[in-house]
Structures are given as structure tokens and as C-alpha cells.
């Protein structure tokens, strides 16, 4: 499996913006969907965002109308628009490729990648 490549991390203040990329291969975008989750220290990974290869959508409730997953098809990349940021969205993101199963399970997705760093600073 080719790895995902995520992007786009940092520092911002809060009420700021940031958007993340994730870089995939063409076979993984065009026959997965994808999703979003992030890891905070000392905390289990959780799901934040998923997106179908026909563009719907699912979100987790804390970052509902704050963040927007969407993908761009002539990059092969997914995104997350962050905005309105709040220091409890500090945390590593990571992009997945959706395997089977349920979106909202970790265990559905069969591929990572390395993670990009988001820190909100109050």
C-alpha cells in the first residue's frame, strides 16, 4: 500500500485557520473513501472526518460546522478545512484510507499516514 502523506499542520491562535492535505495514490483515491481522525497526548485516537468517493460526508459533533473534509480529484488529495480553532483541537492528525466496515471504527481503516501536528494556542 502506498502511504498517505498529510500536510498543512502548525501553530495558530485560536479562532484561526488551518487546512490539512492528504496526498494519496491514484488507486487509493479513486476506490476509498477517506477519513480524519486525530490523537492527542495521552488520549485514543478519534474520529473527526470521513468523506465517500461521491463526496458525502460525516463529521464528529465537537468540530461540526467548524471543520469541512472535501477532496480534490485532479490531485488525488483530501482535505480539512479547519477553522474556528480551539486549543482543544490540539492534537496529531492523521489521514486513513477507509477499508471496510464502519467509518466511525478505527479498526476500518487499513492504512495511515504519518500524522501532521496542530497546535491551537489560547
Known amino acids: 500500500v502506498q502511504p498517505l502523506v498529510e500536510s498543512g499542520g502548525g501553530l495558530v491562535q485560536a479562532g484561526g485557520s488551518l487546512r490539512l492535505s492528504c496526498a494519496a495514490s491514484r488507486r487509493t483515491f479513486e476506490n476509498y473513501a477517506m477519513g480524519w481522525w486525530r490523537q492527542a497526548p495521552g488520549k485514543e485516537r478519534e474520529f473527526v472526518a470521513w468523506?465517500?468517493?461521491?463526496?458525502?460526508?460525516a463529521y464528529a459533533e465537537d468540530v461540526k460546522g467548524r471543520f469541512t473534509i472535501f477532496r480534490d480529484n485532479t490531485n488525488n488529495t483530501v482535505y480539512l478545512q479547519m477553522n474556528s480553532l480551539k486549543p482543544e483541537d490540539t492534537a496529531t492528525y492523521y489521514c486513513?484510507?477507509?477499508?471496510?466496515?464502519?467509518?466511525?471504527?478505527?479498526?476500518?481503516?487499513?492504512?495511515w499516514g504519518q500524522g501532521t501536528q496542530v497546535t491551537v494556542s489560547s
Open positions: 486513513g484510507r477507509h477499508y471496510q466496515g464502519g467509518a466511525y471504527s478505527l479498526s476500518s481503516y487499513d492504512s
Open positions: 468523506i465517500t468517493l461521491i463526496s458525502t460526508t
